[in-house]
């Protein structure tokens, strides 16, 4: 039985604002009505405030997110300094090695992108700022996993192992052995589990009190990029990232 819709009416804007997947470029107006559960009416009400007020846009086929929710994203301090000291670091790397760069965090059950840096000789890849991808089958979430605490696996695990591809690791016992590697050698590795033909290789983020807070990581073609060679760029820029982020709240 379908849980009924909120009833106040900031619960019914925030339900709608949430409706948009990591990869929904627009939703037309049914589409909203059928995913949060609310009458066409009073998804069309509601839709219109949110025009008005900016977070969402109408479009010829539909709505799409409006700019006002970006303009409040960047104002969210532990992720807007975040991603302000790790740029430089995101950059030398894509310089190095002109793939794909990632600064992640993990949220919920999966790995979500705060930052990247590509490039035209970059493999175009799935992955975006504000995308997220399950935990269990990035290198960086098996970072967050593998380093972070214990609940986090849980929950993944709990929550069902999804096959993204013919190489997800999708059995618990497989994925703690290939956790017990990570921990093992201190980077995540992602061999073509959560897009065929891209591997990616990852570094942890600490803070001040050693806590995983964020993950760099970097991933490109299956043909070209030699992972075990690229793992001691990523794990440097990641403790010289580490040390600048102690170092600022003394």
Sequence with gaps: MATPPPKSVLARGLLLLGAFGAADVELTLAQLSARTGLPKPT????????????????????????MTLFVLGQRVPRQRSLREAALPYLEDLYEATHENIHLTVFDSTDTLFLEKVTGRRSM????RVGGRLPAHCTA????FLALGPPAYLRRVVDSGLHRLTA???????LLRQDLARTLERGYGINREESETGVVAVAAPVHDHRR?????????????????????PAV????????????????
């Design 235 to 250: 794990r440097t820029a990641a403790l010289a990232l580490s040390r600048e982020m102690a170092a600022n709240v003394r």
């Design 167 to 173: 190489r997800t690791i999708i059995m618990p016992g």
């Design 124 to 127: 175009p890849i799935v992955s």
């Design 43 to 66: 998804a069309h009400r509601l839709v219109a405030e949110l025009v008005a007020w900016g977070g969402l846009e109408r479009t010829e086929s539909g709505y799409r997110l409006g």
């Design 211 to 231: 806590r995983v807070v964020a993950a760099l990581s970097i991933a490109g073609s299956a043909h070209r990029l030699d992972l075990e060679r690229l793992a």
């Design 140 to 143: 960086s979430g098996k970072v």
